[in-house]
Each structure stands twice: as structure tokens, then as C-alpha cells.
């Protein structure tokens, strides 16, 4: 069964803090993504990654830098953790493929992060 | 660039009734499209795809059809359960290969006994 695992369901922080979220997918896909879910705002990308060390800036980076140091693990890191960035963070994966490939995109359950 | 706009929430059916969410999409080309579904405190999984025009995506009593010419790919179900209550997502597939879809806002269905 394919999977994609995040570290840590939920979490409070202090603002200002660093907070890293983990996770880790088994699948051996190349593409992973980092989103934020808001209620009434949908889905929103914040960083993604086609291939090791390789990050691109999604919709809303601004206060996020990801780190991508192996296939399977893609971490999101919030420099100095603030009370706008409350949120659900999913992560997701999919493998590289032809555009329009039909790819479907795997998502894990969700962080639940309260800054406070 | 590429959008999804989705028929707006939330949807309040009574049990067996029948559903439609809309789903429109404006891109550059053909791309796959997607519906994926979101349980209470869960991530999104795949609901059904399809890859070309006027193909039909069904799973678990739920169908959706890819229309070039509407630009359409509305989700539908004939008589849905308490169970189906969720959040669903229409997307576009990615049109690169590194994979990056564009999502509709959601729809939140609540189904009632």
C-alpha cells in the first residue's frame, strides 16, 4: 500500500520558534509538494520538489524554506514560526512522468500546527 | 495560466439523494483531470481521473466524464450515503512533468440520515 507519512499530526508552537514538519513517502517519487489547507481558501502550494536538492517556490513561500537532502524525504521548515501561519499542511508526492501523464498525487494526513 | 472552478458550498443532501458537484476547467492543452475526495481529519486520496476527452472516471458509485467541448468534468452520484460525507476536490493534472496541478477550492458535501 502506498503511502506518505508525516511526522506529526498535531502540534502547538510559540511564536517565533523554528518548526520543522517531516515527511516521508515509500513510492520512489521523484515530485513532491508542500500545501496548506485553509478553510474557504482551499489548497495552497507552498513549495515543491522535482528531484533531490531541487526546490521550486510555490503560490505562497514567503516564510517557508523546504529542505530536500533525499528521494523520499521532504521537509518544511518555518523559520520563525507566527500565528498566520496556523494552519493544515499536507504533503504529497507523485512520480515524474510525461506532462499530462495522469499522474495521480498522493497526500499525507495532514499536520495540524497551531502557533501561539 | 491553468484554473478550476468548482460549483460552490456546502451541499446538503439527504440520504440517497442524487448528487452533482460542477467542475469546470480552463488550461493549454489536454489535460488529465481529477476528482479527490477528503474524509474528516484526513489527507486528499484519488476519488477517480481521466486522461482524455470523453473518457469516464467512476469509483466507489461515483462517475465523472471529461468533456473537451464544455470544458466540464462534473462529479456524480446517484444516491449517496451518510458515508459520502466529505470534502471533494476537481483538479487538473500537472502539465510538466514535474507534476504540479492546479486544484479547485472544494466542495463540502454533508449527507444526512
Known amino acids: 500500500d502506498v503511502k506518505v507519512t508525516q511526522s506529526s499530526r498535531y502540534l502547538v508552537k510559540r511564536t517565533g520558534e523554528k518548526v520543522f514538519l517531516e515527511c516521508v513517502q515509500d513510492m520512489d517519487h521523484e515530485n513532491m509538494f508542500w500545501y496548506r489547507q485553509d478553510p474557504g481558501l482551499g489548497l495552497r502550494l507552498i513549495y515543491f520538489s522535482y528531484d533531490v536538492k531541487m526546490k521550486e517556490k510555490g503560490d505562497i513561500p514567503e516564510g517557508y524554506s523546504v529542505s530536500r537532502e533525499k528521494k523520499e524525504r521532504f521537509s518544511l521548515i518555518l523559520e520563525s514560526a507566527s500565528t498566520n501561519q496556523t494552519s493544515m499542511y499536507l504533503c504529497a508526492s507523485t512520480a515524474w512522468g510525461e506532462a499530462d501523464s495522469g499522474n495521480t498525487i498522493y497526500f499525507g494526513e495532514g499536520s495540524w500546527l497551531t502557533v501561539v | 495560466g491553468d484554473s478550476v472552478t468548482q460549483m460552490e458550498g456546502p451541499v446538503t443532501l439527504s440520504e440517497e439523494a442524487f448528487l452533482t458537484i460542477n467542475c469546470t476547467y480552463t488550461?493549454?492543452?489536454?489535460?488529465?483531470l481529477f476528482w479527490y475526495v477528503q474524509y474528516p481529519g484526513e489527507g486528499l486520496q484519488l476519488l477517480l481521473k481521466a486522461t482524455k476527452a470523453d473518457d469516464k472516471g467512476s469509483n466507489k458509485g461515483f462517475e465523472a466524464t471529461y468533456r473537451k467541448e464544455t470544458t466540464s468534468f462534473h462529479l456524480e452520484k446517484g444516491s449517496v450515503q451518510v458515508s459520502d460525507s466529505a470534502v471533494y476536490f476537481c483538479a487538473l493534472g500537472g502539465n510538466t512533468n514535474a507534476g504540479k496541478s492546479t486544484f479547485g477550492d472544494g466542495t463540502t458535501l454533508t449527507v444526512k440520515p
Open positions: 488550461a493549454t492543452g489536454y489535460p488529465s
